[in-house]
């Protein structure tokens, strides 16, 4: 069997950032090989049951032949050559509501004259509502479990370049993620170093728009490539939240290697470092010579 971290092996999963220009979203595309050997998840699988009563969900699609998880999470879009194409859209977490903010009293300001930080401004009431965030988080997670490892090899041109698993439950660390980074990213990322600024844009960009802000600046979001050996270094608003390489990573000429989070508590800071991890994979597919907008297969 191939390992990923060793061996190259040929594409059955891609992730890339769609940012502001269209509604936010991760789009991710599944190869048609993949699909082929994978049978449809019943809606009475326990794991489904057990998210379904969790987090309050009404309805979940096991077929990658429409719109796939729980509620609709992955939009079923055009085909792309061998890959089945889903949009998953950034749910929106702070919504707001029609009665007046009460802690300005509507005026959309505090004492110094700047925006009311409750309601950025817009003198209404904002509520947090986790309910679409937990249905997009738990359909990736079992589309993550379900592709982490396989046996075969697609008819891909293109390598696998990352692995995600997620988990989704509520309370602390409940929004954990892990993955792998292939040889040939990781090749790639050794060559780069330094800042890598399409990381950042996206998670800033996830962030403000499930958050409703207008900017946090970026002072919170960093992704750095900090070592010849392509080791990547990933944080986003929270404790020393972010993604490292896990502990149990060797840096090792020529091998890819496993990362994993650190205190990610929410599906939204979740998601925030899946935006990154997509825009990653944008920026390498890129410039290893492969543009992800006109993949051929």
């Not at 409750?118 to 738990?138: L, M, R, T, Y």
């Not at 962030?207 to 900017?215: K, R, V």
Request: charged fraction near 20%; proline fraction near 4%.
């Amino acid at each position: 069997m191939k390992i990923l971290t060793r061996d190259y092996m040929p594409c059955w999963y891609e992730l890339s950032w769609q940012g502001k220009a269209k509604p936010s979203a991760i789009i991710l595309r599944v190869h048609k090989d993949f699909i082929a050997k994978q049978e449809i998840i019943p809606e009475t699988a326990p794991i489904i049951e057990y998210f379904k009563k969790e987090f309050e969900l009404k309805t979940f699609c096991g077929d990658f032949k429409g719109n796939f998880g729980f509620e609709s999470a992955f939009k079923k879009q055009d085909d792309c050559n061998n890959f089945s194409v889903f949009c998953i859209e950034l749910p929106l977490v702070k919504k707001q509501e029609t009665k007046i903010c009460s802690l300005c009293s509507g005026s959309g300001k505090d004492f110094t004259g700047d925006n009311c930080f409750s309601c950025g401004g817009s003198g209404k009431e904002n509520v947090i509502d986790w309910h679409d965030a937990f249905a997009v988080s738990v359909s990736l997670t079992v589309f993550f479990q379900i592709s982490y490892y396989i046996e075969i090899e697609t008819s891909a041109k293109t390598p696998q370049l990352l692995t995600v698993e997620t988990i989704t439950e509520r309370g602390m660390h409940g929004g954990s993620l892990h993955g792998i980074y292939s040889v040939p990213l990781v090749k790639w990322l050794s060559a780069i170093r330094g800042n890598v600024a399409e990381m950042v844009t996206a998670m800033t960009e996830a962030y403000d728009y499930m958050f409703g802000l207008d900017s946090l600046g970026g002072y919170d979001f960093r992704a750095s490539v900090d070592y010849d050996n392509g080791w990547l270094n990933v944080t986003c608003p929270g404790n020393a939240c972010g993604l490292n390489p896990s502990s149990n990573s060797t840096m090792r000429d020529g091998r890819g290697y496993e990362f994993s989070c650190h205190n990610t508590d929410s599906p939204m800071q979740q998601l925030t470092l899946l935006a990154g991890l997509a825009a990653l994979h944008d920026k390498a597919l890129k410039e290893i010579g492969i543009d992800p907008k006109t993949l051929v297969h």
